[in-house]
């Protein structure tokens, strides 16, 4: 399965977030405790559900 958008609201420390990745390599990047750890959490989460 491929993500193609993907809309969190309210997870952990992300209140509202948008991703809409590339085809190929997406890099995930930001300053500590900016919510890299519970974006992938989130997509994560959503694989076992």
């Known amino acids: 399965m491929r993500?193609?958008?993907l809309q969190i609201?309210?997870?952990r420390?992300?209140?509202d977030t948008q991703l809409?990745?590339?085809q190929g390599v997406n890099l995930?990047?930001?300053d500590?405790?900016?919510g890299k750890t519970?974006?992938?959490e989130a997509i994560y989460y959503?694989?076992?559900v």
Do not use: D, Y
Request: aromatic share 4%; hydrophobic share 40%.
């Open 9 to 11: 609201k309210n997870f």
């Open 13 to 15: 420390n992300l209140e």
């Open 32 to 34: 500590n405790a900016s």
């Open 3 to 5: 993500l193609t958008q």
């Open 28 to 30: 995930i990047s930001g």
């Open 46 to 48: 959503l694989s076992h």
């Open 20 to 22: 809409t990745p590339v």
């Open 38 to 40: 519970s974006l992938l």
